[in-house]
């Protein structure tokens, strides 16, 4: 029977990478006798490409399924020499109990691999939560059994712990990948496709072993092959993984740019708002800052309606972002500039935007039948002044220039 539950704990594909320990003999004879060394090198190749694969969209993405895609492929890549009849030394000899450890460790350490993998490498939400701790980290527990039983403890209790340890891995990932598929998961279909060969192999074998009562000659044979297609379905299912995370990290920082956008642009006038323009006066310091109010707006609304209200609000902003300061309103009939030009330049930019507030909204608004005019606060800023105190120092002058008459910019030389 523990035969039987090695054979199953392999044969559904977990990792499908190793001669199981307890099946040696049958399989050295088969490695000394029918070994079939272009299929050893054509598997090696393969495991070499999705090393080099695994790499390359590594240093782009920086996922972590493909360091444990990897892990998997260096076990194979260590359990294929094993199984060969390479000279390994005089220690792991092919018929020794130093290279059957060897065999059995790194089929072990595949295994392992093969939880972590999974956890990284399914979508998120397809896996089951009860799942997601038991894929993490008890699966590394299996490595405790070949290095530690097969050392002192009896072959009956070694086997009977391995076995229990693989078919326990082997349930937990079929269970995950079963789960995964019927809540829609892509990335399921292909590691399913991509182990189903090997579990084919297998189940052939528990057919020789179990009803016809013959060893499965052709087993090595079979199951190289089987190998390379669950690297190469492996590899695909990686790509297929990969491009799809790109296009939804693309889409993320499209709609994260767009958030950004919508939270940092005044709707009405398509300027940059107050959390715009606070943001780049602490990233760049500018020489001056302005507050600019449409005079007598209220009267605007209450004598033509809202709606032309608006129209002069979204004129003025077409008006003020025209020059080579940086414009935002504020809120209400308020806006905001930044000056970085020249200092002595300063007072002619404002004077000039102000004055071309009344021209723009004569020519949009039309229907207004008098002349709508700005009033401005206009201040010098020192260098560690913040952007509160600049904005203060602003709106005084704004106040100012209300108080003696409006349609006129007063401005202080530092804030």
Not at 289 to 296: G, L, P, Q, T
Request: charged share 20%.
């Amino acid at each position: 029977m523990a035969r039987w539950a090695q054979a199953l704990a392999i044969g559904a594909g977990l990792l499908g990478s190793a001669v199981p320990a307890h099946a040696q003999s049958r399989f050295a004879d088969a490695t000394t006798m029918t070994w079939d060394g272009v299929l050893t090198g054509i598997f090696l190749g393969l495991l070499l490409f999705s090393l080099a694969y695994n790499a390359a969209f590594y240093a782009l993405l920086r996922e972590r399924f493909l360091i444990w895609q990897s892990g998997r492929a260096l076990a194979y890549f260590a359990l294929a020499i094993g199984l060969s009849p390479l000279a390994m030394g005089p220690i792991l000899a092919p018929d020794s109990f130093a290279r059957q450890v060897w065999i059995s460790f790194f089929f072990d350490l595949g295994v392992v691999v093969s939880g972590p993998f999974l956890r990284a490498y399914l979508e998120r939400d397809t896996i089951p939560r009860w799942a997601w701790p038991l894929l993490g980290w008890p699966p590394f527990l299996i490595l405790l059994t070949t290095p530690v039983t097969v050392m002192a403890a009896p072959p009956a209790l070694y086997f009977a712990l391995r076995n229990l340890a693989l078919l326990a891995m082997l349930i937990l990932c079929v269970t995950t990948i079963t789960i995964a598929l019927r809540r829609g998961s892509r990335t399921a279909r292909y590691q399913a496709a991509a182990w189903s060969g090997i579990g084919g192999v297998y189940g052939v074998s528990l057919l020789h072993d179990i009803i016809l009562k013959a060893p499965f000659e052709a087993f090595l044979f079979a199951l190289f092959p089987a190998l390379g297609l669950e690297v190469m379905l492996t590899a695909l299912g990686v790509l297929d993984r990969l491009v799809r995370l790109r296009r939804e990290r693309q889409e993320a920082r499209a709609q994260a740019e767009a958030m950004r956008v919508i939270a940092h642009t005044d709707p009405l006038t398509g300027l940059p708002n107050r959390r715009a323009i606070e943001e780049s006066y602490k990233g760049e310091a500018p020489v001056a800052i302005a507050i600019v109010d449409i005079d007598h707006f209220k009267a605007i609304n209450d004598r033509h309606g809202h709606d032309v209200g608006d129209r002069v609000i979204f004129a003025t902003g077409v008006a003020l972002g025209s020059g080579s300061a940086m414009a935002a309103r504020i809120g209400g009939e308020e806006f905001a500039l930044l000056f970085r030009c020249e200092a002595g330049a300063v007072a002619g930019e404002a004077e000039k935007l102000r004055r071309r507030v009344g021209a723009y909204i004569a020519q949009m608004v039309p229907s207004l039948q008098r002349p709508v005019t700005a009033s401005m606060g206009l201040v010098h800023i020192a260098r560690d002044t913040s952007f509160g105190a600049a904005m203060k120092s602003a709106d005084i002058n704004l106040y100012a220039a209300k108080e003696s008459g409006r349609d006129r910019v007063v401005f202080v030389e530092a804030a």
